[in-house]
């Protein structure tokens, strides 16, 4: 395993992390859980990511009492903020209130003194940037985060929180949580590149695998047990069109060239940014965590020649859509 500097952080992740998103709580059971955690732990994984919101509350749960036996010092533990977790007009958002709160109730739920990574899922129009930025600064002097950031934030409104830092001498976001993949990349490449460039920010990237549809387990159909095969999960099932199908097609075919599977293949292309601090993975399988773990691997076969395969076959550079 390989670790990166979390932005310009001190803060070393593992390349490759393990998120309980989807999966703990809801496809996976407690003692699946546990053993996923474990096995990554063992395997050199040191970032795994959660919210409030996941399974309302019972994945920082089943995370909580996975780590128990664990150094907590050796463990980057992450949750999050902004969902509606709480009754009345206060129980969601961005406001001091909530997420002095929120807080309070992940770390009960997780079974730990304080959290390594906290995230405001979203951005709040609701809260001042201001008193956002302030009360991420009171839990970080009072020893219940140590670094603080966003997730899914435009890049116009991260740079908002970064002034308000400067303004006030407070501490500003050091990480981002953007979805990005073979499929969804603008946004990271134009957007966000220059953020991480100009203020050290540091990406951990969620849905590495467009939730599932570049491992390529749906090229020939959608195989009973899969998540898209779900009756919940309707909303992966309309992501999986004939269009997305040929491309991760033809991307497994490179990746059979490759002897690495499609799934490491889309990992490894991710790798390749060094704007990339971790790669948020999920697995519901033994045989999904040590596929993902073997694009750590594979990120050595992302030649000048492959990546320019890669965009012929995606079709869908940011650079020349511009």
Known sequence: MHYRRLGRSGLKVSEISLGAWITFGSQVDEQKASNLILTAYDQGINFFDNADIYANGLAETIMGKAIRGLPREALVLSSKVFWPTMPGPNGRGLSRKHIMESVHASLRRLGVDYIDLYYCHRFDPDAPVEEVVQTMNILIQQGKI???????????????????AAQYGLIPPTMEQPQYNMFHRKRVELELSPLCKEYGLGLTTWSPLYFGILSGKYNDGIPEGSRASLADMAWIRDRITPERLTIVRQLTALAQELDITTAQLAIAWLLRRKEVSSVITG????????????????????????????????????????
């Open 146 to 164: 140590l670094y603080w950031g966003t997730s899914e934030w435009q890049a116009s409104q991260v740079m908002q929180a970064f002034a308000v």
């Open 283 to 322: 697995a519901s399988r033994m045989e999904q965590l040590d596929e993902n773990l073997g694009a750590a691997e594979a990120e050595e076969r992302m030649t000048e020649d492959v990546l320019e395969q890669i965009e012929q076959i995606l079709g869908n550079s940011p650079e020349q859509e511009d």
